[in-house]
C-alpha cells in the first residue's frame, strides 16, 4: 500500500462571488522514503495542496471533492483529534516561517518536551534527552545550551533547524515541507536542505517539497510536479523535469531561468501571467501564454496524460487528443499578443 | 589605473551606523557603582568604497542584513552617512540639503523590492507617473505631462488607457514595471535597483529583467542594482560588488568573479548556488555562527566562519588590494598566497 495516496483532489474556496476552485484533479502516490517537488508559480495551489493533506485548510477553504489516503486511511473525513494524533506523530509540516512552528513564550527545550508529550508517555527526564538527541541530529552548535533558549535568541537558520528538529522528534514518516529555505542565505539554504536530504534518506523518510526554486528541486527530490493555475500540468522523475520537460509552460519556465540563457542577452521571457482562479480561461489554462497554441486548447482542457517519462497535460505533446476532441483539422490559431 | 571618463557614482570610505541605545534614560546605566552611558550601535557599514562607472550596471551582492539596501538609501540621500562621501557626476551630494538635493533627484531613481512601497494604492496609476513628471519638469504643460506618461507607460509594456486603474488590479510583474515606469517618467541617469524582481515569479522575473536591459539601452542608463540572487547577477551584471556584514570584501567583472571567485566567502557564497546540473549538493561549508552587526568581529569581517583565518585575521581588517586580473579582495590570506586557487 503506498504511504500516501491523493486521489482527485479538490479544494474550494467560498468568495463573496461563490466558490472559485483553487485544486483541482490532483492525484499524487508516496512511498516510504520517496521525495517529490510540487513548483509552479505563486498563486498556483502549492501551499494549498500541502494544507490540504492534513485537511488544514483555513475557512473559506475547505476540500470538496477526492481522498487523501494515509496507509489508506482517509484524512479528509478523520476527526481532527485523529488529524492531530497524526500530525507531529506520522506527518510533520515545516513552514517557510519558522515562527508559524515555534512559540516565542517557551524555550525551545520546553516546546520539544511538550510535543513529545503530546504523542506518547514520557518521563520529563527521558523527553528532554530525546530532544538533546534530535538537536544534534540537526546539526545545531552547542545543543544543551539551545534548549534553554527562547527562539528570538536564535537566527533564522538556527530556527529553521529548531523546526527541523521538531519535526523529527516523533520519528515522522512523511515531511510536508512548504519554502523551509525560501526566507534563508544561499549559504545556509544549501545547509539545511543538506540535512533535510540526508535525514530523509537515512531514516526512509518521505517528503513532499514546495517551492518555486528548480535549483532546490533538482538536488532534492527525485520526481517533480509542476502546477499551474491549480492543476497539475507535468509530473514525472525529476532530472526528466530539468533536461526534457515537455509542457510549454515547464519548458518555459526553464528557458526563462538565467542559468539558460547567454549573459548579456535578453531572457527568454514567457509573455503576461498566471490567471487568478476567477478568471481561468476556457479550455487549457496557459492558452494566452502559449506559443503552440491551437484551436482545440481554446476549446477543450488537455488531461494528464502519461508520455515515455512522463504525465504531460498539453494537446501539442499529445496531438491525438486534440484531433479526437476538435471538429477541425487543428489549424493553428493566430498568435495573440 | 585610472579610468579616462569620471565615474557617476563615487562611494568613498563609507559607514553607516545607527544608534540602538534609545533616549538618555534608556542608556543609562550603572558600572562598578558609577552612573554610566550605555552605547549600542549597528554597524551597518563599515568603510565601503566603489564607484559605478557611466553605463554599467553594477550589481551589490550578500546576505541578508550585510548593509546592500542601507548602502543604497544612503546613495541616494534617504539617509545621512555616519562618515564617508558619496559623489554624484563629480559632485559630492551626501551633505546637500533637501532643496539643493532636488536636481539630483531626477537624475537617480530608485525602485523597490515591494512595488507597493512606491504605489499609492488610492491613486490610479496614472497619477502615480504623471505626479514626479509634473514636479521635476514645473514648466511643462498638461499635455506634455501626459504624452511623456503615455511613453513611459508603452515602454514597459503597459497599455497606456489602463492609466485609470489602481494598483491593486494589476498583478505583482505589472505593479514592478509601473514602478519602473514611474522611475524612468522624469528621465533619470542612473537608477538604484533594491531587490526588484526577488518578489516575482521566474516568468515574470524575466520580463522585468529585459525590460531594465533595454531600458538601459535605449536610455543610456546606468544601475546599481542590489540582490541575492546570484543567478541573476551572473547574467544581468558588468561588475559586482560582494558585501558580508557591512564591508567589501571583493569587486570584479562579473565575467572574472564567476570563472575565478577569489575571496573565502565569495567562494562559499557561489558554490551554495543551487545548480540544476548536480544531483547531491556539493557546496564549501562555512563553520561558526553568523555575526551581527552590532557585536563587530575584530580584524577580518569574515574570520569567525573562515576556513582560513589565522591569528593576523583576528587583529587586522584586511584590505582591498588589487589583483593580477584587475578584480579587489579583501583577504589577508590571498594577499599571503596561502589560499589555494
Ligand atoms: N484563504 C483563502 N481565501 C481565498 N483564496 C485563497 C485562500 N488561500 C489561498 N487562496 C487561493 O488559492 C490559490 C492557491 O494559493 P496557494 O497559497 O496554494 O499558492 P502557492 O502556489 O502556494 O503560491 P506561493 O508561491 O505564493 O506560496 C491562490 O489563488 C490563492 O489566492
Ligand atoms: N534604521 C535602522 N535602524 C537600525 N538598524 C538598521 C536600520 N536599517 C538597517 N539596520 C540594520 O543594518 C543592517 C544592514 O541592513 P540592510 O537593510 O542594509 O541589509 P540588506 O543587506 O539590505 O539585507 P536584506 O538582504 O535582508 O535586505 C542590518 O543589521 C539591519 O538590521
Ligand atoms: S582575511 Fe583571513 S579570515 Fe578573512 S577571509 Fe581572508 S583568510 Fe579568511
Ligand atoms: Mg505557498
Ligand atoms: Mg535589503
Redesign the pocket.
Known amino acids: 500500500m503506498a504511504l500516501l495516496s491523493i486521489q482527485n483532489l479538490e479544494v474550494s474556496f467560498g468568495l463573496r462571488d461563490g466558490p472559485v476552485k483553487a485544486l483541482q484533479n490532483i492525484n499524487l502516490e508516496l512511498n516510504r522514503g520517496d521525495r517529490v517537488g510540487i513548483v509552479g508559480e505563486s498563486g498556483a495551489g502549492k501551499s494549498v495542496l500541502g494544507f490540504s493533506i492534513l485537511n488544514l485548510i483555513a475557512k473559506p477553504g475547505f476540500i470538496s471533492n477526492g481522498k487523501v489516503l494515509f496507509e489508506g486511511e482517509d484524512l479528509v473525513h478523520a476527526s481532527q483529534k485523529r488529524l492531530r494524533q497524526i500530525r507531529g506523530d506520522r506527518i510533520s509540516m515545516i513552514f517557510q516561517d519558522p515562527m508559524m512552528t515555534l512559540n516565542p513564550v517557551l524555550t525551545i527545550g520546553d516546546q520539544m518536551v511538550e510535543c513529545l508529550h503530546a504523542h506518547k508517555k514520557i518521563s520529563k527526564k527521558d523527553a528532554r534527552e530525546v530532544a538533546l538527541q534530535k538537536l544534534q541530529l540537526v546539526q545545531i552548535p552547542s545543543p544543551e545550551k539551545r534548549l534553554d533558549q527562547y527562539p528570538h535568541e536564535l537566527s533564522g537558520g538556527m530556527r529553521q533547524r529548531i523546526v527541523i528538529a521538531i519535526a523529527l522528534i516523533m520519528d515522522p514518516d512523511l515531511i510536508v515541507a512548504d519554502e523551509p529555505t525560501t526566507a534563508l542565505d544561499v549559504t545556509i539554504q544549501a545547509e539545511i536542505m543538506e540535512l533535510l536530504l540526508n535525514l530523509c534518506e537515512q531514516h526512509n523518510v518521505a517528503l513532499i517539497l514546495v517551492t518555486h526554486d528548480l535549483g532546490v528541486v533538482a538536488q532534492v527530490t527525485e520526481r517533480t510536479v509542476v502546477m499551474y493555475a491549480g492543476r497539475v500540468i507535468e509530473q514525472g522523475p525529476t532530472d526528466e523535469i530539468i533536461k526534457a520537460p515537455q509542457h510549454p509552460y515547464t519548458q518555459g519556465l526553464m528557458n526563462a531561468l538565467p542559468q539558460n540563457c547567454l549573459p548579456g542577452q535578453l531572457l527568454n521571457q514567457i509573455p503576461g501571467s498566471m490567471p487568478n482562479l476567477q478568471n481561468i480561461p476556457q479550455g487549457c489554462a496557459f492558452n494566452p501564454r502559449c506559443e503552440f497554441v491551437k484551436e482545440s486548447c481554446l476549446k477543450e482542457r488537455p488531461d494528464l496524460q502519461s508520455t515515455a517519462t512522463h504525465d504531460v497535460a498539453c494537446f501539442k505533446v499529445h496531438p491525438e487528443r486534440s484531433e479526437l476532441l476538435s471538429t477541425g483539422n487543428g489549424s493553428d490559431v493566430k498568435e495573440r499578443a | 589605473m585610472k579610468p579616462v571618463t569620471q565615474p557617476l557614482l563615487e562611494i568613498k570610505n563609507l559607514y553607516q551606523h ?1 544608534d ?1 541605545s534609545g533616549d538618555f534614560l534608556d542608556r543609562l546605566h550603572f558600572k562598578n557603582g558609577r552612573p554610566a552611558l550605555k552605547e549600542e550601535k ?1 554597524h ?1 557599514i563599515n568603510g565601503v568604497s566603489f564607484n559605478v562607472e557611466k553605463g554599467e550596471s553594477l550589481c551589490v551582492v ?1 546576505e ?7 548602502v543604497a538609501r544612503t546613495v541616494m540621500g534617504l539617509l545621512k552617512p555616519t562618515q564617508g562621501e558619496v559623489r554624484f557626476a563629480g559632485e559630492r551630494i551626501d551633505d546637500l540639503s533637501v532643496k539643493d538635493m532636488r536636481p539630483y533627484r531626477k537624475r537617480m531613481q530608485m525602485i523597490f523590492q515591494n512595488p507597493y512601497a512606491s504605489l499609492n494604492p488610492r491613486m490610479r496609476i496614472r497619477e502615480t507617473l504623471e505626479e514626479p513628471v509634473r514636479f521635476h519638469n514645473p514648466e511643462w504643460n498638461e499635455q506634455q505631462i501626459s504624452d511623456k506618461v503615455d511613453e513611459v507607460m508603452a515602454s514597459v509594456g503597459i497599455d497606456p488607457t489602463w492609466g485609470v486603474r489602481y494598483p491593486h488590479e494589476f498583478s505583482g510583474g505589472q505593479r514592478q514595471r509601473i514602478s519602473i515606469a514611474r522611475a524612468l517618467a522624469v528621465d533619470p541617469e542612473f537608477i538604484v535597483a533594491d ?1 526588484p524582481i526577488s518578489a516575482l515569479d521566474v516568468s515574470i522575473q524575466a520580463q522585468v529583467l529585459n525590460l531594465m536591459t533595454e531600458a538601459q539601452k535605449a536610455r543610456n542608463l546606468t544601475y546599481l542594482f542590489i540582490t ?1 540572487d546570484l543567478s541573476v547577477v551572473e547574467h544581468f551584471a558588468s561588475r559586482v560588488v560582494v558585501m558580508y556584514l557591512g564591508t567589501v570584501c571583493e569587486l570584479a567583472t562579473s565575467k572574472t568573479l564567476f570563472q575565478t571567485p577569489k575571496h573565502p566567502y565569495t567562494r562559499a557564497l557561489l558554490s551554495a548556488i543551487p545548480k540544476l546540473e548536480t544531483k547531491k549538493p556539493e557546496f564549501i561549508r562555512l563553520t561558526g555562527e553568523v555575526p551581527t ?1 552590532v557585536n563587530l568581529p575584530s580584524g577580518c569581517v569574515f574570520h569567525g566562519r573562515c576556513p582560513y583565518a589565522n591569528a593576523r585575521c583576528m587583529e587586522e581588517i584586511p584590505k582591498l588590494t588589487l589583483q593580477n586580473d584587475g578584480s579587489q579582495v579583501a583577504c589577508h590570506g590571498i594577499e599571503e598566497g596561502r589560499i589555494p586557487d
Do not use: N
Not at chain 2, 64 to 70: L, N, Q, R, Y
Open positions: 545607527f540602538l549597528v551597518a550578500g541578508s542584513g550585510c548593509g546592500k539596501s542601507t531587490e541575492h552587526p
